[in-house]
């Protein structure tokens, strides 16, 4: 499985970037998907996550401002994000899995990250 994101680059604060991830190399009816981001000096951070039945999880500090959307015929996911803010600067990676159970989704499948600066 080829995971790889595109779409990064560098944004005044309270512009907006759509992110987007091809998958390859696989064809599950049954997945999770979803987008997480490092900024230097912290953990990562998971931001947000679609699974195949069409739930759909985000993190608290970017709701109402990132959408998570996916297009099966492309194999491809989005991230939609609007308002941006300066703390939203990171590496952001999508990661997916043929598998999940509830919450827990092991995401065995990353990208190699692209780098989203946002500057005030």
């Known amino acids: 499985v080829h995971v790889v994101e595109s779409g990064g680059g560098s944004v005044q604060s309270g512009g907006s970037l759509t992110l987007s991830c091809t998958a390859s190399g696989y064809t599950y009816n049954y997945y999770c998907m979803g987008w997480f981001r490092q900024a230097p000096g912290k953990e990562r951070e998971g931001v947000a996550r679609?699974?195949?039945?069409?739930?759909?999880t985000y993190a608290d500090s970017v709701k109402g401002r990132f959408s998570i959307s996916q297009d099966n015929a492309k194999n491809t996911l989005y991230l939609q994000m609007n308002s941006l803010k300066p703390e939203d600067t990171a590496m952001y990676y999508c990661?997916?899995?043929?598998?999940?159970?509830?919450?827990?989704?092991?995401?065995?499948?990353w990208g190699q990250g692209t780098q989203v600066t946002v500057s005030s």
């Open positions: 990661a997916a899995d043929g598998y999940y159970s509830g919450p827990y989704c092991p995401f065995g499948y």
């Open positions: 679609i699974d195949s039945d069409g739930t759909l």
